[in-house]
């Protein structure tokens, strides 16, 4: 098939009809003989298939002494048109050769943008609105006569190829632990996201002056279970590094509010990091 057979044919007669429209109506028949006589290498049969799509679709209608004449619709085609074929000749005549066409632009390709993780504002939000406020509840009920309370801390340092594979890592971490605190730390436990790798267990008191001790050895052991199982099993996790830290402390008449028994615990978990790093 002749490259004048295809619908090159058609949309540069679909063009030129609204164009030649938009000045006043006339005949198709002198259309024809118009743009004929320019001898274009295109075949005569697009003129009459674009002539029909544009009745068709409202751009033209019949007008009087056989003449067609452009609608509203129309002119906004013909705008909508200019603005195709504008774009469409440079790069055309470029590919025929034209030395004197606009240069072809250069591909604008974009860095993409670094990932910008909000890792630690969500996790200081959390600690602010939810530990503290369970922490707050526990010591006003404590100090109206109340049962003691302890509060154990977990912290995973997480070494991995890429921060999104850590994240992920952390975030399977601190589900499958808050997840089943209550069969593996006790039923009157209650469990909570600490800072942005870490876990929080506060429990009651219920004769035994030992259980922060061991809460924080069953946290320490359960966060161990779950990191060791993970990166042995998923295959994007093997290589990532990690290191479970834990810390504890008991609530006691002495200590007046809630941020004072955090520090506490805070204070704990840094003391076994300090050891760690002198060993």
Same mark, same amino acid.
């Given at each position: 098939m002749r490259a004048a057979a295809t619908?090159?044919?058609?949309?540069?007669?679909?063009?030129?009809?609204?164009e030649a429209l938009s000045a006043a109506p006339a005949r198709p028949g002198a259309l024809l003989a118009k743009i004929a006589a320019e001898e274009l290498p295109l075949a005569t #049969? $697009?003129?009459?298939r674009a002539l029909q799509a544009l009745l068709e679709g409202g751009y033209v209608v019949p007008a009087r002494d056989g003449a067609v004449a452009l609608t509203a619709l129309g002119a906004s085609e013909r705008i909508a048109e200019r603005e195709r074929w504008q774009r469409v000749i440079p790069s055309a005549a470029r590919l025929a050769g034209d030395v004197d066409?606009?240069?072809r632009p250069e591909p604008a390709v974009a860095e993409a943008a670094p990932v910008t993780y909000r890792a630690a504002l969500v996790a200081e939000m959390y600690l602010d609105r939810?530990?503290?406020?369970?922490?707050?509840?526990r010591v006003a009920a404590a100090r109206d006569g109340g049962r003691p309370f302890v509060l154990a801390l977990g912290m995973a340092d997480v070494e991995a190829a890429t921060e999104a594979t850590r994240r992920a890592i952390v975030h399977r971490l601190?589900?499958?632990?808050? #997840? $089943?605190?209550a069969t593996i730390f006790g039923g009157d436990t209650s469990a909570y996201r600490y800072g942005d790798a870490g876990i929080a267990i506060i429990a009651p008191l219920v004769g035994e002056s030992d259980r922060a001790l061991l809460l924080t050895s069953l946290l320490r052991a359960r966060m161990d279970e779950v990191?060791?199982?993970?990166?042995?099993?998923?295959?994007?996790?093997?290589?990532a590094r990690y290191r479970v830290r834990v810390g504890g402390a008991t609530w006691s008449a002495g200590i007046a509010t809630s941020g004072e028994i955090l520090r506490l615990a805070q204070g704990a978990l840094e003391r076994e990091a300090a050891s760690e790093r002198a060993a």
């Amino acid at each position: 098939m002749r490259a004048a057979a295809t619908g090159l044919a058609t949309a540069f007669f679909r063009l030129y009809l609204l164009e030649a429209l938009s000045a006043a109506p006339a005949r198709p028949g002198a259309l024809l003989a118009k743009i004929a006589a320019e001898e274009l290498p295109l075949a005569t #049969g $697009g003129f009459s298939r674009a002539l029909q799509a544009l009745l068709e679709g409202g751009y033209v209608v019949p007008a009087r002494d056989g003449a067609v004449a452009l609608t509203a619709l129309g002119a906004s085609e013909r705008i909508a048109e200019r603005e195709r074929w504008q774009r469409v000749i440079p790069s055309a005549a470029r590919l025929a050769g034209d030395v004197d066409s606009a240069p072809r632009p250069e591909p604008a390709v974009a860095e993409a943008a670094p990932v910008t993780y909000r890792a630690a504002l969500v996790a200081e939000m959390y600690l602010d609105r939810v530990l503290l406020g369970a922490l707050r509840e526990r010591v006003a009920a404590a100090r109206d006569g109340g049962r003691p309370f302890v509060l154990a801390l977990g912290m995973a340092d997480v070494e991995a190829a890429t921060e999104a594979t850590r994240r992920a890592i952390v975030h399977r971490l601190i589900r499958a632990t808050i #997840g $089943g605190a209550a069969t593996i730390f006790g039923g009157d436990t209650s469990a909570y996201r600490y800072g942005d790798a870490g876990i929080a267990i506060i429990a009651p008191l219920v004769g035994e002056s030992d259980r922060a001790l061991l809460l924080t050895s069953l946290l320490r052991a359960r966060m161990d279970e779950v990191l060791r199982t993970m990166t042995a099993s998923v295959r994007a996790f093997k290589g990532a590094r990690y290191r479970v830290r834990v810390g504890g402390a008991t609530w006691s008449a002495g200590i007046a509010t809630s941020g004072e028994i955090l520090r506490l615990a805070q204070g704990a978990l840094e003391r076994e990091a300090a050891s760690e790093r002198a060993a």
